[in-house]
């Protein structure tokens, strides 16, 4: 980062200094268009909106601890082909790691965009923001425990299980970085940026406890994500067990519809490919005694791993989108782990890393095939 | 368990394993006949997908048998291989399911004696693992 | 025909296939009852280790074996069994006499059931394993042998008759004579091979006497999978495991009492290859090696035995072993030697191994009397050096061992000069476009109509098949079960036919032996579906022999095994779109002025060879040179090369670039940039002396070269008593005197900095010897090496330089050389590695061998996406099989740039990379039909992600950047279906392979597994 600056706060409102900033990149011209989280009807809901007029910056949610869609995928819409048009994308971390992974899996450019990625220390499930909205909460107010680097879990929610779990509390590469986390919020606001903005601000001499800050956070979290995995895999040791955990999976495929990195235009799996002939069912349920319906449940979900696990960035939004809440999170984001592990992978870590599913080497994995 | 008799569903790339079947069965080796064939044109074609749908629809292990390393037919196609098994190896592990039931084996075309080996020693090796257990539960 | 090719082993083959992808018609001629030659014998071979059967190319796309490829070429004729006795006429019109034995087995009737092996009743030794693995009178061919029908050999046969009974085809007659035929021809390519020492002839080895006593072809078959024990090293004497082996170089080479005063070149590197071989069977094996020479045959070689000789469980001795006996007792063998510190040893062995020397085939002379062409004293084909593919007769070519013992590398190299020089004989034959047989009206909307026929000759197959009848016939979903006679057979394909018209089948299984690898199946299937106008995709073939156990009790097997297969067979046919092959439209080269079909960069000897091929092919060529004057190296070396002048060689050539259509030469210019355009085209920037020009080229060859390594060792460049080797003979043909000359090998070579061996090095330091001793006879002269790596006929420079007077003084990598200059002379001081003492050798001249490096590279050569090894060589595409080629479309090389050669070699090369640039284009400029599993786009499904076009190894995917899909090359593409492997959600396909239809046949492959007895007649 090149430029450490500090965002001028008027009193306690960062939200409004955000917004504020925001403006000025769009009115200066240093973006066409913005990408970024929006009130659009009602204070409940929170969304990703394309905004090209100041004006309509002040529906902006910088703040609100909701994550409805995963932002890369909006930001793919926008520029799979390039169109020339710059637009700021606002993302925390797992969002731009997820856009890091699409630009390298062609489903998204870069050229022309500017990603902004904010701090954050989780996010609600959507209906349980709409409830804090409802008893009155404010998005800043989730936010107090920043300086700690503690969102407090609000009455009667909890963070979504992806973000309890989540050990990047901060974005390492992004254009611009708003710095939340260790410092005195919500008086102070960082701006960190690899280019000079369009705006004058005052530089920030960054106090040495955010870094703090943020290793304790990441320490946190990865002591609660290894735990999570280490439960996981004492519930599920076996086929039996796993079948279990699944038995309430109705093969909606709305996990494949939220996850990030499934980016097929239509899923083999919604593709009559797996079909089979009326007469094949009856054979099987015959043969077997009982066939479960509709078939191929787990088939899909580790098709979907094999597809998927090299760039799974653990946004989670799998499980939020899954109607019968199972811990989908967790196992995906455990079997992910291990993956990327195997080619000391990070998904989202850097653009220029190959894709393990588009590479190998000679020399690797000589213990497997003899 | 000892009547047990594991199935084995094969995917061979067309110009080593495959060939090297085909040696066995025309030289008259003697292997268990356990395994069923898939002919593919490359062990870089198999679709991971095509692996666990065996193993989900019951078979008892995997084989996929290809050029030796540096003698794919067609340059990297094993060595995408190797590491798509390599990723599914991990899935697998990861959700409960025993990855040695998936095997990779290097198996020249003039190898003839071992695609018959390794048939013979892959039965012994699941006869001690036991019955896929996904032929226990039902089918889904 | 076009050319004549005799002796269809490695060499002959690929002459062939590059010969009918030029558009000439061949013939293919044998002695032996099948193609392939000594290939059949090997299991793996060096540089790869690999069996690389399958690496032969035909076309573009990587084809099948050797054999069955060269079957299949409407343009090539198989002559088994068959002897050239008369060549008249001249080039352009030759007439052979040929001789065709008998065969006593009809192929065309044949099926190999195998009904005759178990009635023959004789035996004896089989030529490659000797009486390790025994061999009926009557007996199978090598496998994949074409044509694959059974042989007789005369000299087992009794003619007692029994097998003619046995034969249920009537394919057999005891009958049948020799025939004589005559065959016209516009060139001819000798390439009979070579035949390995008859080892009983090195009487005190003990070969045919000594039981665990075997020849390294023996020990070959031994160590392969397909060999008479497996793949298992046992003693012949008792069969149990051999641990303790001694391999014996040099028997039957090096040796002038025997008559065999050559170096067989390979067979150094063949015993390293078998020593690893035996560790990697058997971890525990201890090897020995007893040797004279390590002869790397130069830089690839040298990387090849590096990483083995060292290995643990394996020892180097230099030693030449006198006499092997064997104990008494326990039929050890036993072996006497010494050490390198001289100490007497006796150590006993389960098995030694004679590395067998190479010598030419048994019926050369009587070939090279047939042909009219001239053989050297050792009975090898006769050429000169820097016309090292002619014979003494114009229109005779000659290729692989048939000059001297090679490796596959050389012979595939040899092969592709020979082919070229013949294709410049004869013109290409009218264009014979590939196209798929037209396929009937409205076949996609046809119901599935399935049939499954059963062919099967011989008892073993009567009961399992009548068993799979009654329950296919009780499968709902099947139109039609019958049983035909076998496929191979003219009656099994007319009842085919019949059947399959009758019940208006469009789709068929077939079930049957032999299936694979069969010549005479694919041409009957062939025309079957012509005349039903169905494709290929209609078929699926279940081989009853292969594919499953045949040891198992068939009968039993067939309650599952053979069911399955069936069915899976059936299943995925019936799931499986049923689409013609598509063609590949011809793209003709462009016209335009600022068009050529190929550049060639680099004017060495490789470069001119490969121009000038290029042009006499009847393509227009661009030869760049970036020197003042075309000649590279050749330009260095001073004095005559087996007879020829170099300067007389590169006049010749350069007046011939001159007189001949179509061909350009720009001295004085470099290529700056060369990038692949859209069209599959090159364009190049080039910095000539008149300025910048652009070049567009079909084909691209790079011939860089190598350079003499720089050195400053021993003083070489301060003080001028120390010189190179190309210096000295310049200077030497110059008529100067140097007084006493030290001659140091591996000047910076085979060092860690520069780890290879520069191959010519030990043959230039003999030639300027001996021209030493020739033209000043007082001088003494000294060579200190470390291997003198004199192979094949250097071996006899050797000889005689040694006789002349030149000392020879080994010393060891870790002692090297010591010169003090002294006013008044130099001094050589050197520890002698045979008499263990140092030795001072006083010189007025020092000359030293410096090895080459490789010409520094150009940037957009490996923007072209050209391999380079970390010691900056290129990397071929494949050293065996692709040697010239790098790997991309229509970019090939030659030369030096690939690594240190002789000059003749460059001109092989040259010549080679010719005819595979002219035969690329050619397939380029013809209409044909795309590999059978060719890749297909769905774009409703593709999202652009470029997983395929980064998992397609042959630059076959593309992406449309507009639309953002991937889009299919069908010319380049292999037909592997990565790109369907790595395709998310199935958007790309692979032709026969569809995933729909592979998701059936495994439903289908695990079926059984919830079989009932009794239960198991349901549908497909």
Redesign the interface.
């Known amino acids: 980062m090149t430029i450490q600056a500090w965002l001028p706060v008027e009193g306690e409102d960062a939200a409004g200094a955000l917004r504020k900033f925001l403006a000025e990149l769009l009115t200066s011209g240093y973006v066409d268009a913005l990408l970024v989280p929006c009130r659009l009807a009602g204070d409940e809901a929170v969304m990703p909106a394309l905004v090209e007029s100041p004006e309509a910056l002040e529906a902006c949610e910088p703040l609100a601890p909701v994550m409805s869609h995963n932002m890369a995928t909006m930001a793919g819409r926008l520029t799979v082909m390039d169109t020339g048009r710059r637009v700021g994308v606002w993302l925390r971390p797992c969002e731009l790691r997820a856009l890091i992974e699409l630009t390298k899996l062609h489903q998204a450019t870069l050229e022309h965009v500017r990603t902004i990625a904010v701090d954050c220390l989780g996010t609600y499930e959507v209906v349980d923001y709409a409830a804090l909205v409802r008893a009155g909460k404010q998005p800043a107010e989730l936010w107090r425990g920043a300086a700690q680097g503690e969102a407090l879990p609000a009455d009667g929610c909890a963070l979504r299980s992806a973000c309890r779990m989540c050990e990047y509390p901060t974005a390492a590469n992004a254009d611009i970085r708003i710095g939340l986390i260790g410092l005195d919020f919500p008086r102070q606001v960082l701006v960190e940026s690899k280019e000079p903005l369009p705006v004058e601000l005052p530089p920030a001499d960054v106090p040495a406890r955010r870094q703090e800050v943020l290793e304790q956070v990441r320490a946190r979290r990865t002591a609660e994500r290894d735990t999570a995995f280490a439960a996981w895999r004492t519930e599920v040791p076996d086929l039996r067990r796993l079948a279990e955990r699944f038995a309430t999976c109705i093969r909606c495929h709305n996990c494949m519809v939220a996850c990030p990195i499934c980016y097929c235009k239509e899923c083999i799996f919604r593709t009559p490919t797996f079909d089979h002939e009326p007469e094949q069912y009856f054979r099987w349920a015959e043969r077997r005694g009982v066939i479960r319906m509709p078939t191929d449940t787990l088939l899909f979900h580790i098709t979907r791993l094999n597809h998927m696990a090299t760039s799974c960035v653990g946004c989670g939004l799998c499980e939020s989108a899954c109607p019968n809440r199972l811990p989908v999170a967790t196992l995906f984001r455990s079997v992910a782990q291990s993956v990327q592990a195997l080619f000391n992978y990070e998904a989202g870590r850097s653009l220029e890393e190959e894709l393990p599913l588009a590479a190998f080497r000679e020399d690797e994995l000589t213990d497997l095939g003899k | 368990m000892a009547d047990f008799e594991p199935?084995i569903?094969a995917f061979l790339c067309n110009?080593?394993t495959?060939?090297?079947?085909?040696?066995?069965?025309?030289?008259?080796?003697?292997?268990?006949?356990n395994?069923?064939?898939?002919r593919?044109?490359?062990t870089?074609?198999?679709?991971?997908?095509?692996v666990?749908?065996?193993l989900?629809?019951?078979?008892d292990g995997v084989l996929i048998g290809?050029?030796?390393?540096?003698?794919c037919?067609?340059?990297?196609?094993?060595?995408?291989?190797?590491?798509?098994?390599?990723?599914?190896?991990?899935?697998?592990?990861?959700?409960?399911?025993d990855p040695q039931r998936v095997w990779?084996?290097?198996i020249?075309?003039?190898?003839?004696?071992?695609f018959?080996d390794t048939?013979t020693e892959m039965v012994e090796h699941l006869r001690r693992l036991g019955p896929n257990?996904?032929?226990e539960?039902?089918?889904? | 025909m076009d050319v004549a090719i005799v002796g269809a082993g490695i060499a002959g083959m690929q002459a062939a296939f590059l010969l009918t992808s030029l558009g000439r018609r061949v013939a293919l001629l044998d002695t032996a009852p099948w193609i392939g030659g000594s290939f059949h014998l090997l299991d793996r071979t060096f540089p790869t280790d690999s069996c690389g059967l399958c690496f032969m190319e035909a076309g573009l796309s990587p084809t099948y074996c050797p054999t069955l490829e060269s079957a299949r070429s409407p343009l090539l004729s198989i002559y088994p069994l068959t002897q050239v006795t008369a060549l008249e006429g001249e080039t352009g019109d030759f007439r052979l006499a040929l001789r065709r034995l008998p065969r006593y087995v009809d192929p065309a009737l044949c099926t190999a059931c195998g009904e005759c092996l178990a009635v023959c009743p004789v035996s004896g030794p089989s030529f490659d394993e000797g009486t390790l693995a025994p061999r009926q009178a009557i007996y199978r061919p090598p496998w994949r042998a074409v044509p694959r029908a059974f042989v007789i050999d005369p000299a087992l046969c009794t003619h007692c008759g029994v097998c003619v009974e046995a034969c249920p085809e009537g394919a057999i007659d005891l009958e049948m004579s020799a025939e004589t035929l005559t065959l016209r021809a516009g060139a001819v390519i000798a390439s009979p091979g070579f035949e390995p020492f008859p080892a009983e002839r090195k009487g005190e080895y003990g070969f045919g006497v000594l039981d665990n006593v075997v020849t390294s072809i023996q020990f070959e078959r031994m160590i392969s999978f397909s060999g008479s024990t497996r793949g298992r090293l046992v003693r012949p004497a008792d069969g149990r495991p051999a641990r303790r082996l001694a391999f014996i170089s040099c028997v039957g080479s090096r040796d002038p009492a025997l008559g065999r005063p050559y170096c067989s070149s390979i067979c150094c590197t063949i015993t390293v290859k078998q020593a690893a071989a035996a560790r990697e069977l058997e971890p525990d094996a201890e090897c020995m090696v007893f040797y004279i020479d390590l002869r790397a045959q130069g830089r690839e070689d040298e990387y090849y035995m590096a990483g083995r000789i060292h290995a643990p469980g394996i020892r180097y001795v230099r030693c030449q072993v006198s006499t092997i006996k064997q104990s008494q007792r326990s039929k050890d063998v036993i072996i006497e030697y010494w050490d390198e510190a001289g100490q007497r040893h006796e150590e006993a062995f389960d098995l030694a191994v004679l590395a067998v020397g190479f010598g030419p085939p048994a019926e050369a002379a009587e070939l090279a009397q047939a042909l009219g062409i001239e053989l050297d004293a050792q009975g090898f084909a006769r050429t000169i050096a820097l016309r090292p593919a002619e014979s003494s007769r114009p229109g005779v070519f000659a290729a692989g061992a048939f000059r001297e013992p090679k490796d596959i590398v050389h012979s595939v190299v040899e092969a592709g000069a020979a082919a070229a020089l013949a294709a410049m004989c004869v013109p290409a034959a009218p264009g014979v476009a590939e196209e798929a047989p037209p396929v009937r009206p409205g076949l996609e909307d046809e119901p599935p109509r399935l049939g499954i026929f059963l062919g099967g000759a011989g008892r073993q197959y009567a009961a399992p098949l009548e068993d799979l009848e009654r329950r296919l016939r009780r499968l709902r979903g099947i139109a039609l079960v019958e049983r035909i006679p076998p496929l191979a057979s003219p009656a099994g394909r007319d009842a085919l036919l019949r059947h399959a018209g009758e019940a208006g089948l469009n789709r068929l299984v077939i079930v049957d032996a032999p299936l694979r690898f069969s010549p005479a199946v694919e041409a009957n299937l062939g025309q079957v579906l012509r005349a039903l106008g169905l494709p290929d995709s209609a078929v699926e073939l279940v081989d009853l022999e292969a594919g499953w156990p045949a040891g198992c009790d068939l009968t039993a097997h067939s309650a599952n095994g053979l069911w399955d297969s069936v069915r899976m067979a059936a299943a995925g046919l019936l799931r499986r779109p049923i689409s013609p092959r598509s063609i590949l439209p011809a793209v003709p080269m462009p016209e335009a002025a600022d068009f050529v079909d190929c550049v060639v960069v680099g004017g060495g000897p490789a470069g001119i060879s490969a121009a000038l091929a290029v042009a006499e092919l009847g393509l227009r060529v661009l030869l760049v040179e970036q020197a003042p004057q075309l000649g590279g190296h050749l330009r260095e070396l001073a004095g005559r090369l087996d007879g020829e002048d170099p300067a007389a060689w590169l006049a010749e050539r350069t007046a011939r670039l001159e007189q001949t259509a179509g061909v350009r030469v720009l001295t004085r210019t470099t290529v700056i940039s060369a990038s692949r355009q859209p069209d599959e085209t090159y364009l190049l920037e080039l910095e000539t002396c008149a300025g910048r020009e652009q070049v567009r080229a079909g084909a691209l060859i790079a011939a860089l070269g190598s350079r003499p390594a720089p050195t400053s060792a021993f003083g070489c460049g301060q003080d001028p008593r120390v010189m190179t080797q190309d210096e000295l003979a310049r200077r030497l043909e110059a008529g100067e005197n140097f007084g006493h000359v030290v001659m140091v090998q591996c000047v910076d070579s085979r060092t860690a900095e520069r780890p290879y061996c520069s191959r010519t090095c030990c043959a230039q330091a003999l030639r300027n010897a001996l021209r030493l001793k020739e033209v000043q006879p007082a001088s003494q002269v000294a060579i200190l090496y470390r291997d003198m790596r004199a192979f094949g006929r250097h071996e006899l420079e050797y000889l005689t330089a040694r006789r002349a007077g030149v000392r020879f003084v080994r010393y060891e990598a870790e002692h090297p050389p010591l010169v003090r200059h002294g006013a008044d002379g130099l001094e050589v001081e050197v520890h002698d590695a045979l008499l263990r003492r140092p030795v001072r050798l006083p010189a007025d001249t020092i000359v030293l061998s410096v090895g080459a490096v490789p010409a520094a590279l150009p940037s957009w050569l490996a923007g072209l996406g050209a391999q380079v090894h970390a010691d900056g060589y290129l990397i071929p595409e494949h050293p065996k099989m692709r040697p010239s080629s790098l790997g991309k479309p229509g970019l090939f090389a030659c030369g030096a740039v690939l690594g240190p050669c002789f000059a003749e070699e460059a001109i092989l090369q040259g010549q080679a990379a010719a005819a595979h640039a002219a035969s690329y284009l050619a397939q380029r400029e013809r209409r044909r039909t795309a590999v059978e599993s060719v890749a297909v786009v769905n774009e409703r499904l593709c999202s652009g992600c470029e997983l395929c076009v980064r998992a397609c190894p042959f630059e076959a995917r593309v992406m449309n950047v507009e639309r953002h899909v991937a889009e299919v090359r069908a010319a380049f593409c292999a037909g592997c279906g990565t790109c369907a492997m790595v395709c998310p959600n199935g958007a790309s396909q692979q032709r026969l392979f569809e995933t729909p239809a592979l998701l059936q046949v495994i439903d289908a492959a695990l079926d059984s597994l919830w079989e009932a007895p009794g239960q198991e007649e349901k549908p497909c």
């Open positions: 199935r569903v110009w080593c495959y060939t090297a079947a085909d040696l066995a069965g025309t030289s008259r080796l003697q292997y268990p006949p395994v069923r064939v898939i593919l044109m490359c870089g074609a198999l679709d991971p997908v095509y666990s749908k065996a989900l629809e019951g078979a290809g050029c030796h390393p540096g003698d037919h067609y340059q990297s196609g094993n060595y995408k291989a190797r590491r798509r098994i390599a990723i599914l190896h991990t899935i697998l592990a990861g959700l409960g399911f990779l084996r290097w020249s075309a003039s190898e003839g004696q071992r018959a048939v257990p996904m032929r539960l039902p089918m889904s």
